[in-house]
């Protein structure tokens, strides 16, 4: 996307009944094309849209809530470039049937998607929420028998310059309602959702609560029981993420949870650790069908500075929390590769999450061999409505490669990471500039030539830049700076200079 736009669809809101929208006379919805952008999902953005936006008055831009303090968004001609991606963009079959239903082990999703064990899950109006916009199923908050005591604030969060979060810290604990009222939650959403699945996330302090608890929430409706053997945030340290330390520990609570139901179970596993396979391997010697990864990466966000006390802070005080977001995805890609390659692995459901915003992101994790995708903190910053651009934004990736199913994209990559000593180091591939887009900024000069290998020249009359050859050693690192894509590479390698 041209960065003039993509500048102006990150500065949108993303507001709650659009007053963009609602202001509309010719049923354009520009909220809802412009949050697909937000989200990837180019094609659904410019599904069915015709450009009348040139005949009105810009009443849309005129009701844009950042008017109030800031400069409104330039909603006419974003809705103009919608016009020119859907003339120059692929065309999508969409008679071509796909299916996007995935499994837990024998237990039918509908898409992939699922709510994680987090307070996006936590009682029934919320799920019940979220089950009517489309999500597969979700999995409660964790279940326990022991009284819970949260911390107020128990969020903080590094955010990007565009006001978004990429990364959030926790240290939020479990369910806060007693079993029996759990249990009814679960009982109602079958009720009135037989095809979603329910996942019930569970922590026992023993064996005999383990058996108990996956017992309970079998008996009361609930599809797979998934073993949380990886919350950093408990008040009792031998709980939660020291579980998930401990092989022997793992393994022991497998076994007894398993006792308590024949239905799936899942291991949640922590990446708190340097080699998540082990405790993986652990948990299927203890009766689990698969693993649920990556929960959150123990974390300091940040110091205030003025404060001198670590984000967030109670009565003066924090402590470690859980990190999420989209800044955990590479490692949670790392973990899920780990282990979906393990040849010991091979018949193990994996459920992925973390950093999962978008159906880009999601695929990602499929292509290494997940199965269920979970999502908690792109929720709770965008709401349970992303669901949609999640599911429609896959399907048309599905369309426009003619794959009618999403079993075809599973583990698909895996295989496709080597180690090092196998990456192929004889050839160069060199960048190319494309002189039409470039704007001039020079950022792909001032980047080689302090962080690089000093490969480019700027010429400060034509603010061009130029490379230079035989210094270039193709490592790339101006593409990855330039802002407006000016930088691709050439097709063809050339044999690298000793």
Same mark, same amino acid.
């Given at each position: ?58 009443? @849309? ?34 008679? %071509?049937?796909?299916?996007?239903? +995935?499994?837990? @082990? ?48 128990? %969020? +903080? ?8 979060? %990429? ?16 249990? !009814?939650? %679960? ?36 599809? /797979?029981?998934?073993? #949380? ?64 990864? !990556? #929960? ?6 940040? !110091?205030?500075?003025?404060?001198? $006390? ?57 292509? &290494? ?5 979970? /999502? ?13 651009? &999640? ?14 199913? &999403? ?30 887009? @470039? ?51 050439? $097709? ?7």
């Amino acid at each position: 996307m041209n960065i003039v736009y993509e500048t102006e669809v990150n500065r949108c809101l993303l507001c709650e009944d659009a007053p963009c929208s609602k202001a509309c006379v010719y049923n354009v919805n520009p909220a809802d094309r412009i949050r697909s952008l937000y989200f990837e999902n180019e094609y659904s953005a410019f599904k069915n849209f015709n450009n009348e936006c040139d005949k009105c008055e810009g009443f @849309c831009e005129q009701e844009c809530v950042l008017k109030k303090y800031d400069k409104q968004i330039s909603i006419k001609d974003l809705m103009k470039h919608l016009g020119d991606l859907k003339d120059n963009s692929e065309i999508i079959n969409e008679d %071509f049937d796909v299916d996007i239903s +995935s499994e837990i @082990c024998g237990v039918k999703l509908e898409n992939p998607y699922v709510l994680s064990s987090s307070v996006v899950a936590s009682n029934y109006e919320m799920i019940d929420k979220a089950f009517a916009l489309g999500w597969a199923g979700c999995a409660f908050k964790t279940i326990c028998l022991f009284e819970q005591h949260e911390a107020s604030p128990r %969020f +903080s969060v590094l955010k990007s310059r565009t006001g978004s979060f %990429f990364g959030f810290k926790n240290i939020e604990q479990l369910s806060d309602h007693a079993l029996e009222e759990n249990l !009814i939650v %679960f009982k109602e959403l079958k009720e009135k959702y037989p095809s979603k699945v329910i996942i019930a996330s569970i922590m026992g302090r023993n064996e005999s609560e383990w058996e108990y608890l996956s017992r309970k929430c079998d008996e009361a409706g609930a599809d /797979v029981i998934e073993l #949380n053997f990886s919350c950093p945030n408990m008040e009792d340290g031998s709980l939660g993420v020291t579980i998930g330390q401990d092989k022997e520990l793992v393994e022991r609570f497998s076994i007894a949870a398993r006792k308590g139901t024949k239905k799936p179970i899942l291991a949640k596993m922590t990446p708190n650790v340097q080699d998540m396979l082990p405790y993986a391997l652990a948990a299927k010697r203890g009766g689990c069908d698969g693993i649920a990864a !990556i #929960n959150t990466i123990m974390s300091i966000t940040g !110091i205030n500075i003025d404060t001198l $006390t670590p984000e967030p802070s109670i009565r003066g005080s924090s402590s470690l929390g859980g990190y999420s977001g989209r800044a955990v995805k590479p490692i949670a890609l790392r973990f899920i590769s780990e282990v979906s390659e393990s040849k010991d692995m091979k018949d193990m459901h994996i459920s992925a999450m973390g950093g999962i915003e978008t159906y880009r992101d999601g695929l990602e994790f499929i292509l &290494l061999g997940a199965s269920s995708l979970q /999502v908690t903190t792109a929720i709770m910053q965008y709401g349970y409505r992303i669901i949609e651009d &999640l599911v429609n934004g896959l399907k048309n990736y599905m369309q426009l490669r003619n794959i009618s199913n &999403l079993k075809q994209l599973i583990g698909g990559s895996i295989g496709n990471i080597v180690e090092l000593n196998q990456l192929e180091r004889d050839t160069i591939l060199f960048p190319k500039f494309n002189s039409d887009t @470039c704007i001039g900024c020079g950022r792909c000069h001032i980047s080689c030539y302090d962080g690089g290998h000093q490969a480019i020249q700027f010429d400060k009359e034509t603010r061009r830049p130029k490379l230079l050859a035989n210094k270039c050693v193709g490592c790339h690192l101006c593409k990855l700076v330039c802002p407006t894509s000016s930088i691709t590479t050439l $097709t063809k390698r050339i044999k690298r200079r000793d």
